[in-house]
């Protein structure tokens, strides 16, 4: 079955404590990206990749880092976390960096940072 | 830049009634407009897609929606709403370098019975 599995589904945290939330696509998909979702914002681009070792920032990078070492897989690492990352991410890929192609999203990743 | 508007936060339908949920969209040139679906402790799900060529595009679960280049809308609609389709929608444009993806802030859609 085709799709993007993220992990954890939830994690409560702590301030400055390091996490890393995986990402996975079984498509062979080239371009991936992670977005945040927040009440009354919608979702915003936080990373994209366009493919291996071709990562570049959205609209919301501030405190996060990415790194694609291979296809499949697409982390979100927050080295420091603080209070106002506490969100609901969403991982997503698709065929190509072409603009005709929609998104394949994951069920996302509900993050806590006390 | 490009953005996408939904001006209508929530909104709430009876079942069987008509439902036109509302987008519009700033782009400097032809746009690839997405419609997603959200239902609760989910991702998002495509609903449809508008690349080129007709304007009236159809999508999953009888949703519909209509491109107007002039008004820069993308309405998405559904002649008869079941309560299954309570959730939350999201208009989309795609477009830009590196194909930028660019969400509305979303319309919760209540129905009731």
């Known amino acids: 079955e085709a799709q993007v599995t993220q992990n954890p589904r939830y994690l409560i945290t702590v301030t400055g404590k390091k996490l890393t939330v995986t990402c996975s696509q079984n498509?062979?998909?080239?371009?991936m990206s992670w977005y945040r979702q927040d009440p009354g914002l919608g979702l915003r681009q936080i990373y994209y990749?366009?493919?291996?070792?071709?990562?570049d920032k959205g609209d919301v990078p501030e405190g996060y880092k990415v790194s694609r070492k291979e296809k499949r897989n697409f982390p979100l690492i927050l080295e420091s976390p603080s209070p106002n990352q506490t969100s609901l991410y969403f991982c997503?890929?698709?065929?190509?960096?072409?603009?005709?192609?929609?998104?394949?999203f994951g069920d996302g990743t509900r993050l806590s940072i006390l | 830049a490009q953005s996408v508007t939904q001006p209508d936060i929530h909104i709430t339908v009876s079942e069987g009634a008509s439902l036109e949920l509302r987008c519009n969209y700033s782009y400097g040139a032809t746009p690839y407009l997405f419609w997603y679906v959200q239902s609760p402790g989910q991702g998002l799900q495509l609903l449809l897609k508008y690349f080129s060529g007709d304007t009236l595009v159809q999508g999953i679960k009888g949703f519909e929606a209509e491109f107007k280049r002039s008004q820069s809308s993308f309405n998405l609609r559904k002649p008869s709403v079941h309560w299954s389709d309570a959730a939350e929608y999201f208009c989309c444009l795609r477009g830009g370098t590196a194909s930028k993806l660019t969400f509305g802030t979303g319309t919760r859609l209540q129905v009731t019975l």
């Open positions: 997503a890929s698709s065929q190509g960096p072409f603009s005709n192609q929609p998104q394949h």
């Open positions: 498509m062979n998909h080239e371009y």
């Open positions: 990749s366009m493919n291996v070792e071709a990562t």
